[in-house]
């Protein structure tokens, strides 16, 4: 399932951010969808999941009540939105695509965009 995402760049602390992945792929609607977002040196780290129907969401501790995930299932389209953006949420984030859902492991999400920059300045 190709995944493009859009919507990283250069914020100052506090302001927000949403990123976009689309599929070109019918299957997106059926499949479980998320962010995983890699910090220089680090290793990547899961973000945000939803489920297939959207009815089912997972945050990572660091996020959970400041970023959302959204899909819309009609334009194939999973939305993560990041509010109040700190240096700590710098990175490369990664569009992630799985049949499976309510996982964090990177080896259950098989399908990957090429990742898009958000880069948060103090």
């Known amino acids: 399932v190709p995944l493009v995402e859009s919507g990283g760049g250069l914020v100052q602390a506090g302001n927000s951010l949403t990123l976009s992945c689309t599929a070109s792929?019918?299957?997106?609607?059926?499949?479980?969808m998320g962010w995983f977002r890699q910090a220089p040196g680090k290793e990547r780290q899961f973000v945000a999941a939803?489920?297939?129907?959207?009815?089912?969401?997972d945050y990572h501790d660091s996020v959970r009540g400041r970023f959302t995930i959204s899909r819309d299932n009609a334009k194939n389209t999973v939305f993560l939105q990041m509010p109040s953006l700190q240096p700590e949420d710098t990175g490369v984030y990664y569009c992630v695509a799985s049949a499976i859902y309510g996982t964090d492991l990177i080896e259950e999400y098989p399908y990957w965009g090429q990742g898009t920059q958000v880069t948060v300045s103090s």
């Open positions: 792929d019918s299957t997106f609607s059926r499949l479980a």
């Open positions: 939803t489920s297939w129907n959207g009815g089912s969401k």
